[in-house]
C-alpha cells in the first residue's frame, strides 16, 4: 500500500503525554489509491498521527473486483517503518526489492521491515477472488531501531485465543495469554477480533499502552460507544479491559502500544525522525540509489511527488 497523494503534506508529530482515559471517535479520509481502489484511511490524522508506534491505518473493501484488475501498486519505497497487511478477504501479491514474491491469504500476516530502506509492489493477483477486504498498516520505527537491515516475513500462522464468544487473532504482541511471532521494535499490540451474533465481550489489556479499535464489518459499541467501518476509536491508556457488544457478527481490528515519546517525521512513502532524512531518502529514490529493484512487477515505478516548497520543517 502506497501514500499516493500528489501532493503529500509533511506531517511532524511532537511527543504528546498520554491522554489517560480519553475516548475520541474520528472519521476515515477516503482516499483513492488508483485504478479505482477506494481506501478509508484512519491514521494518521493532523490531531493524532499515532497510537503506540502505529502511524498508518488504511481499511479497503469489501470491494467487489470481479471485473477489474483490484489492487495495483506500482513498485515504492519506505524507511523507518514497518508495514503490516492483513486481509479479511480476497488475496494481495506482494513484490519487494529482496526478491520475495508472496501472495497472502485470510489468515495470514505479511510483515515488512522497511528499515534503512526497502522498495515493494502490491497487487491482486491475475486469477484474483471476486472480493477484496483488508487493511494495511504502518508501524514507525523508533530512532535506535531506524536503520536496521531490511527484511520481509510472511507469517501463516497466527495464535488465536478465545474470550467469551470473541475469536482473537494475535497479529502482533501478546493478547490473552498468547503471543505473535511477528517482529516489533516497540511494545505493540494487534489483534483481529471476530464477535458471534449478540456477543459481550471483555478483552485485558496493558494500562500502559494507548488503544485504537476499527470495525472491518458489522457494527458494535466499545466502552458503550457505536462504532462501525469508516470511523476509529483511540482509547487513551489507563484501562485495564476495553468491553465489546455486538447485536449480530463483526470483525474488529484492536491496535495498541505504549504512547510513542519520539518525535516523527512522515512525507509520502518514508517515515523520518528529521526533516533531512525524508529529504535524502527522496533524493535516493529518485537517483536509483539504496532501495534496490522490484522485479516482476508488470509497469513502472512510482514517481516521488515534489517536495512542499522551501526547506521542510526545521528541528527544534
Ligand atoms: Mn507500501
Not at 493477483?125 to 535506535?144: C, F, K, N, T, Y
Amino acid at each position: 500500500m502506497s501514500n499516493l497523494g500528489r501532493a503529500p503534506q509533511l506531517l511532524f508529530e511532537e511527543p504528546v503525554p498520554p491522554e489517560r482515559s480519553l475516548v475520541e471517535i474520528t472519521a476515515a479520509r477516503e482516499v483513492d489509491l488508483g485504478e479505482g481502489t477506494p481506501v478509508r484511511r484512519l491514521l494518521p490524522k493532523r490531531a493524532r498521527s499515532t497510537i503506540g508506534a502505529w502511524c498508518f491505518v488504511d481499511h479497503f473493501g469489501p470491494q467487489d473486483i470481479a471485473a477489474g484488475r483490484g489492487m495495483f501498486v506500482p513498485p515504492h519505497p519506505h524507511t523507518c517503518l514497518q508495514t503490516v497487511t492483513w486481509l479479511v478477504e480476497g488475496e494481495v501479491l506482494h513484490r519487494d526489492s529482496l526478491s520475495n514474491e508472496q501472495l497472502i491469504r485470510p489468515g495470514q500476516l505479511n510483515l515488512m521491515t522497511a528499515g534503512r530502506g526497502i522498495a515493494h509492489a502490491e497487487e491482486s493477483p491475475p486469477d484474483h477472488p471476486s472480493v477484496m477486504h483488508g487493511v494495511q498498516l504502518w508501524v514507525a520505527l523508533p530512532e535506535r531501531s531506524s536503520r536496521v537491515d531490511p527484511s520481509f516475513d510472511h507469517l501463516p500462522q497466527l495464535p488465536v485465543a478465545e474470550a467469551s464468544g470473541a475469536r482473537v487473532t494475535v497479529l502482533v504482541g501478546e493478547l490473552l495469554g498468547e503471543r505473535s511471532p511477528a517482529r516489533t521494535y516497540s511494545a505493540l499490540l494487534g489483534a483481529d477480533v471476530a464477535l458471534d451474533i449478540a456477543t459481550e465481550a471483555r478483552l485485558p489489556v496493558p494500562p500502559d499502552f494507548e488503544h485504537g479499535l476499527v470495525v472491518l464489518s458489522g457494527e458494535a459499541a466499545i466502552e458503550g460507544s457505536s462504532l462501525w467501518p469508516g470511523s476509529l476509536m483511540y482509547l487513551g491508556s489507563g484501562r485495564s479491559s476495553i468491553s465489546m457488544r455486538t447485536t449480530g457478527p463483526a470483525r474488529l481490528l484492536l491496535i495498541g502500544g505504549e504512547p510513542f515519546r519520539e518525535p516523527l517525521f512522515m512525507w509520502w512513502n518514508f517515515v523520518a525522525h528529521s526533516a533531512e532524512e525524508i529529504e535524502q531518502a527522496r533524493a535516493d529514490w529518485v537517483a536509483g540509489r539504496r532501495f534496490g529493484e522490484v522485479h516482476g512487477f508488470d509497469g513502472p515505478r512510482l514517481d516521488a511527488p515534489p517536495l512542499p516548497p522551501g526547506r521542510l520543517l526545521q528541528r527544534g
